[in-house]
């Protein structure tokens, strides 16, 4: 086990330099687009251009703890957010995407507040983190991309980590992973105004390819657990619901204030001390256990799925290390389960998928991804599937909602590394 803490002293950044011939064709092909779009809508200089990929996350088990300080286990996987930007000293940030209108701009020494449903509140956010703590005065002008539908996949922290890194970059700061997890969280609890945990930006920093994550975010201990020889070969199927709609305003924070209503009540009931602002995971578990039946059915129910998915996450490690895909699979659909059914966080979209993939041969375990509102499930898959788990999801999903089926997608995707600058 590694904690954050040692990775301080051990000197290690985010800044891995990585040399652009590392990259798969298809993102050296997206980013040799980008740089150039830099240089066309900025009039860069193409040697000051410079690239951060950052992946996108997925997390098999633990979903919905780490708000809680629980257990969590994730993966990057190889799509991503890629951010070409070369620094201006105008003190600017000027930003383009390929997958959203218009031009964001606006000046570091008067960043202005969070507007709704905009894409440049990512990049604010990241400069409002970086001010809180650092002297930043060098902009950047960036052109961005992603390659995936928005909801589950974390594409908020992929994007904040980018702008962080960028500028980061332009204004010649080092900063360590564990201060940029906390920089990130900045964007997200306070900027933006999710009280999610750091399960995101913390798989989206800290994995590399072929191994899982786990981390305790109660602890920040963290792990990389290798593929074991054993296991067979495997790779993730994400399915695109067709709705996409930001975390706020779904359930999210409501979920969040229940949880922390049952820390707070059973805390109570069992005469502990109740802090601030109280999370399940500062109530022991037989705490829980003795006084469930006194709690309110809704927030039995939330306090339920937090400690039945820590210990998934637990068993999941196990099989994980003996190569049991079909154990770690069962948990996975377990996991999704307590979703629907204690942690009550699909919509009926999800739900249709993550049944549907649920009854597909090739499928070891499938969950909605990320919070499970809105977006995409998972699916752990056997490759040679593949073709077979596409052609069933996109024929039984379109029955179901045939209002989506214009916009359902099917991908698969494998493990990758963490974001990196380039
Ligand atoms: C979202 C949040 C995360 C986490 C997941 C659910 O992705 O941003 O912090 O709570 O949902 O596990």
Redesign the pocket.
């Given at each position: 086990m590694v904690s954050l803490t040692s990775q301080i002293e051990a000197g290690k950044t985010a800044f891995d330099i990585l040399d652009l011939r590392s990259l798969s064709e298809r993102d050296r092909r997206r980013a040799e687009r980008l740089v150039q779009e830099v240089v066309h809508r900025f009039g860069a200089r193409e040697e000051d251009v410079r690239l951060v990929r950052s992946p996108y996350r997925i997390?098999p088990l633990?979903?919905?703890?780490?708000?809680q300080l629980g257990r969590v286990t994730g993966v990057a996987i190889d799509r991503s957010t890629l951010l070409a930007f070369a620094p201006n000293f105008s003190g600017r940030v000027r930003l383009e995407s390929l997958n959203f209108p218009g031009r964001v701009e606006f000046d570091l020494r008067e960043i202005p507040p969070k507007k709704d449903g905009d894409w440049g509140n990512y990049a604010r956010g990241a400069a409002l983190a970086l001010q809180e703590h650092y002297r930043i005065e060098v902009g950047i002008d960036g052109v961005l991309e992603g390659n995936m539908p928005i909801g589950?996949l974390?594409s908020?922290a992929s994007v904040g980590l980018a702008y962080l890194l960028a500028l980061e970059y332009a204004n010649g700061l080092k900063i360590l992973v564990k201060d940029n997890i906390s920089l990130d969280r900045f964007i997200?609890n306070v900027y933006i105004g999710?009280n999610?945990?750091i399960?995101?930006q913390s798989a989206i920093l800290l994995s590399r390819r072929g191994k899982l994550m786990y981390l305790d975010t109660a602890t920040e201990d963290y792990d990389l657990y290798e593929v074991p020889q054993v296991m067979p070969d495997f790779e993730f199927v994400v399915v695109y619901s067709g709705v996409s709609k930001g975390?706020v305003g779904t359930g999210y924070n409501r979920r969040v204030a229940e949880c922390e209503e049952a820390a707070r009540l059973l805390l109570q009931k069992a005469g502990l001390p109740v802090p601030g602002r109280p999370k399940l995971r500062h109530v022991p578990e037989e705490v829980f256990e003795q006084y469930l039946d006194q709690l309110p059915d809704v927030l039995a129910r939330r306090a339920r799925h937090f400690y039945t998915e820590n210990q998934r996450v637990r068993e999941g490690l196990e099989f994980w290390q003996r190569g049991d895909l079909e154990s770690f699979g069962r948990l996975m659909n377990a996991s999704g389960r307590s979703s629907i059914r204690d942690y009550e966080s699909g919509s009926p979209p999800l739900i249709a998928i993550y049944e549907i993939l649920t009854e597909t041969d090739g499928v070891f375990g499938a969950r909605f991804s990320?919070?499970g509102f809105r977006g995409n499930c998972i699916g752990l898959v056997d490759p040679a599937y593949r073709e077979a788990i596409r052609v069933r999801v996109l024929e039984e999903y379109p029955k179901r909602f045939p209002e989506y089926a214009d916009k359902v997608a099917v991908d698969f995707c494998s493990t990758d590394d963490g974001v990196r600058l380039l």
């Open positions: 997390a633990g979903a919905h703890v780490d708000h589950g974390s908020s997200e999710l999610n945990g399960l995101d975390l990320g919070a």
